[in-house]
């Protein structure tokens, strides 16, 4: 089975991470290919970048020459997840809210914690879109922008434990789910300030689709995720480089 | 005052009559503006058109040379207005927010009715983040596709006004949102059929962009919708043509 | 066109006020006609005097003798607008709802901070009753009761301020909405303390009542705002003087 | 114990069809006391009438010489109850109110079956305001005004149990509550044609009034209902005959 | 008419506090009979030992030899209540609900203040299965267990007091719900502490339950709570002792 | 890795057929034990024999003398999956639950299609307690019962089939979850009758818990899901036979 893990920002540095972690969690057989968009901003931090992002991503896989069985698309709350599956047959899944999903086999209420305040919105709108948000206590922010975390990762992780402890005493979380990329240790030491199992997007997002992919599911082409229809379409896809 | 009233297919015949349709509903000193995108799809009827639409409707706005007051994104359900209100200082009225604000001073309920089945969705979607789904009796769909209604605008018309029929007697709609095109005669015949209120979304924008202008009021820049941060963005935009 | 802007109090100073705010508001050729009502508490903060002043608005405009073209309910959080909506068929805007009304198209959320605490459940119904509250962050009370607003000024704008900063650190709120009269510069100095769009309800309430007009909008009359059925009406309305 | 219950509308013999249903619900020892409002509609069927009943009934109250231990309003749907419990120290209880809260008890769902079309807005506003929503099935009109139940019983019988048979088959209430006037063997054929049990709103306050009086219970004056502040009121209560 | 009050725990001197107060509310000529399970957990503080006690109160009832007219389930936030509905005719009224049912008359908003932290979920699942959750503005809290309420009334008096004075000034509660056993000067404490309505659950119920079968209505048979179909029940109920 | 699943009637030849569906999906390495409870009903189809079976499947969870790595409950809309987290330290997942997740990340939304009528209810009300209700269109029942569903098989699968076409088409489903037992064939037929993906609970169940023990996360033991304080519990668990 071979899972291609799309990252939403053109980072090489963070694709490879995500690479890492989703092959981290892989059975044996699944094959994982983390994709970097061919445009787009180096983090996405907002509506304008999360657009342009949701677009790049489906251009991205839609210039995947293989064959594959699932998409991740590997953004914390962005846009696009509903176009990738109207283009494509094979299961779609969106980190944040597998993340959700698994959060709530685990706790009654779960918390996000994620980068920067002017995110959080966007993550509340992904979370109601999923249908996810009644059991969500609360998303907060750390105040750290995405290549902060990459740049002062001890900082990063002590500020976003501080708000999971938050979270968990103050909005009642019984759960976490990181919304923010793969440093090392940061699971661990969430769990050990705060004493609530930590979710993240990718790994649950990599058993999801393999569970789908076992079970022989994929996307209802009923109704709102049917392909597009046949029709003219105007100076698209961009000539790149 | 100059508003720019921005079409999110790549149609012209349809931008040239919703330009019509928003100066006819102009006050005396407004001069509106309609643009094409400069790429995407011929109509927009599902969420990667419409992805696609967000975001070439935003570069077309960027690359407009003059000053202006106020963007309208003419489309029914589609996505991207958030990215608009973070990438200009000026306010932004989507039309389908716009119709259903308008709709809510005039019944205690409204019901939208718009071409495809398919599209149902994404204006429900667009309706919630607009915090206006609590007075939403229904959105209906007329079966026919955006260039149908272009093609046989009699037929059309024929099947809008059925759906409105229903919605007023079955789903207790008070006011109908014409959720699609302006073709001649509709409004009226719906009125006629039904005898309620019929409001046309970008009729209602223009008003409500001319009425944020008079009172000085634009976007707040506190959080969701603050200008993106400047960063390295790859590739963006493309070269055209 | 004439708008009726109708005070929901006896307090003729603050007719005033509000005739002035919404001339300032008006299109050259909308006459604004302030008018207060016949009967009723020279202030309005509580459930009985709002239900007093439903009625003796309504009276109100039934006693003008002339044409006018559109209502605006001037109270915050009062009772009354959908018998408005029944009596007569130009439009009808109740202040609280315009407001919030206009707030959405200008950020994410939005706060009202208005007067007493114990006014703040009925501006929450009033928004509940609009289908406005989705996006509502809080109503917050600055303490001061409506006739101090009117006696000590200074010490008002500081109370409100106050609280409208509060709204938009504690309670997220982007955009806040003035329940109370208008005082001078208190826009200005809310404005000046969070950053954030000010609406004021009654020169939200002018643009959207000529808007409707110029778009021949008005109310529904298929159910909810029927004109009352022809009955015996026993001793109403009262002989006054 | 004495309780008042306060007819909405100004048609004696409706007033003392109530007070006969209410008295034949009363412990030993309960003295019901039926007053009719001295102005108003002689049937409250829309916002405009309920508005002016609201008024009516907490003047009515206020004439009233002799203490009393609770109050009453006898109107299904209508506004004003929040007047009353701010004038009032005694417990207040809306029938229609009082009928959800039993009904609850006795289903998982309800549904109320009311006279005309134009009603239903109004009963399920107050059924919100009393936050009694969410197990509310429906709300039915039968399609006969108030005074044709008087005038032609035998059809209106038929009419609302018809509405209440669609009730429990199609929208899957468990209990009916009746929505209008106490038609003798009304209740027992709805009874008969469903199989659900069926509360009256008049019977149900009477019994919740006692119980509230009897647990040495009052409205809460801390903030809603806190009583009225003094003030000047002008030309009110207005001089009648 | 006599009314069995049945205890969640099997600690008999609760049974017989809970007997008390129920017997203090009672009408002249209503017999209240207050049971213990025949198994269970000392005191119920969690799903586990709620699921036990849903069981234990249904064979308890069914255990009972003589004929009963209502039956109460006197525990805070528990499970069973549909189970009883399902095996007797007569009407059952669980206490949480009939708090909140009866504060809903007193307070626009109540609060619930319980013991331990970990039965705040039980109650808020108990009030949204109940239809009461709207106008709950929070559960609280005390900190003390079910038994140490019993050893040290008056820590209990004092954290519980405290609790309520904080839902009443930072959750905006009207009204409060005791959520905890019958300790002699709680609620006198609670409203003298606030200055707001207190009610207690048990003493609640009983007006209820007299009052249905005063009213003559019993529960629902006809879908959610018939009585269960004839089948083969295996081991069931347990040889005790 | 070896899941217990547990049937919650006390059929055997259901508890055979629910653990060779479970065999079916599990990975290679899992061990599926497929646990009878020791009491209960034949089947369970309402609240006091779901209430029961809760119970029942805590005891033969307790009572299983080896090691295991997670628990599914493997009973649609049952009561009872808190009280296995607060027990075990291990996953848990409730089938109902799991098959609603798995179905949000194939569709928009989905239907349940179930047995009987009356257990309808008790689905809608897991599917809250697991905040999985904002993308469920309906829950539709066949009107077979659980044992006819066994003897009649052929007929079971038309009733159901025609429910899930009818959830698709009148109620906009676009997954359904099939809510009863493994019959051969059923899943094929309603994908063939409704071309939607067909999710199967226990299969989904049996990947879920598979992820959660392969990604090392279990029940959040922070606040609602805590083991049991200690305490004596009278006559329990029963000595049964």
């Given at each position: 089975m071979r899972i291609l893990v799309v990252n939403v920002n053109t980072t090489a540095a963070i694709t490879e991470a995500i690479g890492e972690q989703a092959a981290g969690a892989a059975s044996p057989g699944t094959e994982i290919v983390a994709l970097t968009p061919a445009?787009?901003?180096e983090s996405v931090e907002g509506n304008y970048e999360s657009y342009l992002a949701a677009i790049a991503v489906m251009e991205t896989v839609r210039a995947y020459p293989e064959p594959f069985d699932a998409i991740i698309q590997?953004?914390?709350?962005?846009?696009g997840r509903e176009g990738l599956q109207e283009l494509f047959d094979v299961p779609v899944v969106d980190i944040t809210e597998a993340a959700a999903s698994t959060a709530q086999f685990l706790g009654r209420t779960y918390s996000v914690v994620t980068s920067l305040d002017r995110t959080v919105p966007l993550i509340e709108e992904r979370l109601h879109v999923g249908g996810l948000?009644?059991?969500?206590a609360s998303v907060r922010a750390s105040g750290m922008a995405v290549l902060d975390l990459e740049r002062d990762p001890d900082a990063a992780v002590e500020a976003i434990a501080e708000q999971a402890a938050r979270a968990v005493e103050?909005?009642?979380?019984?759960v976490i789910c990181l919304g923010c990329g793969g440093m090392s240790g940061l699971a661990e030491r969430v769990v050990e300030r705060t004493g609530v199992p930590v979710v993240d997007g990718v790994t649950a997002a990599v058993t999801i689709a393999e569970s789908l992919v076992r079970l022989g599911l994929s996307t209802s082409k009923v109704r709102t995720y049917a392909a597009p229809r046949p029709k003219r379409v105007l100076n698209w896809p961009p000539k790149l480089g």
């Open positions: 445009f787009g901003a590997a953004g914390y709350g962005e846009h948000s009644a059991r969500c103050d909005d009642r979380a019984e």
